[in-house]
Structure formats: C-alpha cells, structure tokens
C-alpha cells in the first residue's frame, strides 16, 4: 500500500501537468484555425474564450507543481503552520480553477443560446417572408396556369379572327 500511496503521489500532479499543457496546446491551436475561419462578429467570443482557456490551462500546471513540490517539502515537517498554508493556498487555487471552469461553461450556454436565439428569429422571418411570397405569387402554380391559358387564349383568338377575315 505505502508503494503505490508513493507512486500515486508523484504520478497524479504530473499528470495534472501533462493534462494542462495538452489543454494549452489544444486552446492555442484552435484559436488559431477558428480566428481565422470565423464571422468578425464571433471573434470577440472566441478571443475571451482563448484567454480564459489558456489561464485555466496555466493554472492547472501551476496546481501541479504545487502538488508535486509540497509533497516533496512538507512530507516530513517541522512546521505545520508553513504546511497548512502551503495547502490553503493550493486548495483556493483549486477552488479557483473550478470558479473559472464554471464560468467558462456558462459563458458558452449563454453565447450558444444567444446563436439558436438569432437562428430561431432568422428561420421565423423566413418563414413569414415564404409564406407571403406563396400568398402574392401561389407558389408559382396560377402564373404556369394563367400565362398557358392566356397564350393559348391569344392563340386561338389570333387563329380565329384569321379564319373569319
């Protein structure tokens, strides 16, 4: 048991560190492949987003260093007031990561639902804009009609005043 208590703690805070420079690479090449790919309007959106991506990535390293070097200071100390405050400050900035984790997630909800609301509206305009047009032009139908009737119609007639003339 002490092995693998050891082994899990030097392996979990690397692993804390690996996973956020994976993120921070992964945010940085995103922002570069959307920022040049995406409408002006959402630019501003994607460019906060990168931002508050990349310090939740950075924070999660920092976290992981913390975790790794208080393992290895305050295993065997002397001075439980340095220890506890060592581990105050990890756990707030833990606390944080989450805050901004939290906040980062409905930031989106809240982009995303605006982009389904200006969809919805937009499709609705539409809709009504369709529904107009069939009423003034019946989807076409009485104009195929009416201009085959209306040549046929002159046809005829012109056939006809020719037969009594």
């Known amino acids: ?6 082994w899990s703690d030097m392996v979990f805070p690397w692993a804390i560190v690996a996973a956020g420079v994976v993120f921070l690479a992964w945010q940085a090449r995103a922002w570069s ?15 906060r987003r990168f931002y508050r991506r990349a310090q939740i990535s950075f924070l999660m390293i920092v976290l992981g260093l913390l ?6 200071m305050f295993s065997d100390t002397e001075h439980p007031l340095w220890a506890i405050g060592y581990w105050t400050v990890a756990a707030l900035l833990t606390l ?11 930031v989106g909800f ?7 609301h200006r969809s919805d509206l937009e ?8 529904d107009k047009l069939k009423r003034i032009h019946g989807n076409g139908k009485h104009l195929r009609g009416a201009g085959s009737n209306a040549s046929a119609q002159n046809t005829g007639e012109a056939g006809a005043s020719e037969h009594s003339g």
């Open 67 to 72: 975790l790794w070097a208080g393992r290895l």
């Open 110 to 116: 809240y982009h995303f639902n605006q982009l389904k």
């Open 123 to 130: 499709q609705v305009r539409l809709s009504l804009l369709a």
């Open 1 to 6: 048991m002490n092995g693998w208590a050891e």
């Open 33 to 47: 492949v959307l920022s040049r790919k995406t409408a002006l309007s959402d630019v501003e959106f994607l460019r």
């Open 96 to 106: 944080w990561l989450v805050i901004l984790a939290t906040g980062d997630l409905l």
